[in-house]
């Protein structure tokens, strides 16, 4: 049986991509965590405890599995401030050093969790776009990418980019999840972010089914992994508030902020991979507002 490595797979969005890809593929897949949180994953997945910053450990995980395929998602930065985070840099060397290991053991197929933080704000909606003033997060994100797709080119190695839109789930989208936190209180709560911006947002469950396509197809590339749907940030904001009843709560003051533009173009999610979400927005605003009255 072929070997599938699995790294960030105890995060939020981890664990629906494991479960999507343990149905689906013909491989045994291993998942690495670090042991701090206590995650279930599927029955046969093995789970290894890892630090992927630490080189001997990491050298360690990819020589005993010697994966054919690592999707490798692990890319810890603090959530306040993770877009100007130094930790930034470190997951991008520490990421071309599993990558090189990775070819070194045999590989032959490895997809990176990318971002759309890889396309800027005002920019980005295809993949053929270029960046341009991008975070520093952005640039490690995309600094990886073009390594990689260097190295994999001249190693034979197929090499896919997984840039990920707004993952719409309680503790990914923080400041949604706060609002409606807020409103279970009965407090108010200010959106900082500019009311007229407009995000791209996709459910979990979609997110891990398009990846398990992506990778069953073992495409090359880079593909968009979101929904393809505008969603103004006033609006979201305003459907919360609705479904808890308390738009009185709610109110905005963005500053000196500009709006931003971020929304996928999924033509080859769409048409070359044949994946289309499911999930409704409905849905995905529900879960968080159940999730926040608990």
């Known amino acids: 049986m072929r070997n599938m490595l699995i790294t960030g797979a105890s ?13 689906r593929v ?36 990819i020589e005993e599995i010697q994966p054919e395929i690592m999707l490798h998602m692990a890319w810890k930065v603090p959530e306040l401030g993770f877009l100007t985070s130094k930790s930034n840099l470190v997951w991008l060397e520490d ?18 969790g990318g971002s759309n933080a890889e396309y800027g704000h005002f920019s ?41 839109f707004n993952i719409l789930v309680r503790g990914t989208m923080k400041h949604i999840s706060d609002a409606a936190a807020a409103f ?25 089914k398009a990846v398990c396509e992506v990778i069953l197809r073992q495409y090359t590339g880079v593909v968009n992994i979101g929904s393809g749907i505008p ?13 808890m009843n308390s738009e009185h709560l709610l109110s905005f003051d963005y500053g000196t902020q500009r709006s931003e533009i971020q929304v996928a173009d999924t033509n080859i ?5 044949g994946f289309h979400c499911t999930s409704s927005f409905d849905d995905m605003i529900d879960a968080i507002v159940l999730a926040a009255s608990r």
């Open 95 to 112: 990421s071309l050093f599993i990558l090189r290991k990775f070819i070194d053991s045999g590989g032959k197929y490895f997809a990176f």
């Open 184 to 208: 279970s209180a009965g407090k108010k709560f200010t959106c900082t972010h500019h009311p007229y911006s407009i995000f791209d947002y996709i459910s979990p469950d979609d997110a891990a």
């Open 231 to 243: 969603r103004m940030m006033g609006d979201v904001f305003k459907t919360v508030a609705k479904k």
């Open 124 to 164: 980005g909606h295809s993949e053929n776009d270029t960046a341009e003033n991008i975070s520093l997060y952005g640039q490690c994100k995309n600094s990886f990418h073009k390594t990689a797709t260097s190295l994999c080119s001249s190693h034979g190695i197929d090499y896919v980019n997984l840039r990920f």
């Open 11 to 23: 995060g939020l969005f981890g664990v629906p991509i494991v479960r999507e890809l343990h149905g």
């Open 26 to 61: 013909n491989y045994d897949i291993c998942v690495v965590t670090t042991g701090r949180g206590d995650v279930e994953f599927p029955e046969g997945v093995s789970v290894v405890t890892a630090n992927l910053l630490v080189r001997d450990q990491a050298i360690r995980l």
């Open 269 to 273: 999610l769409n048409n070359t991979i």
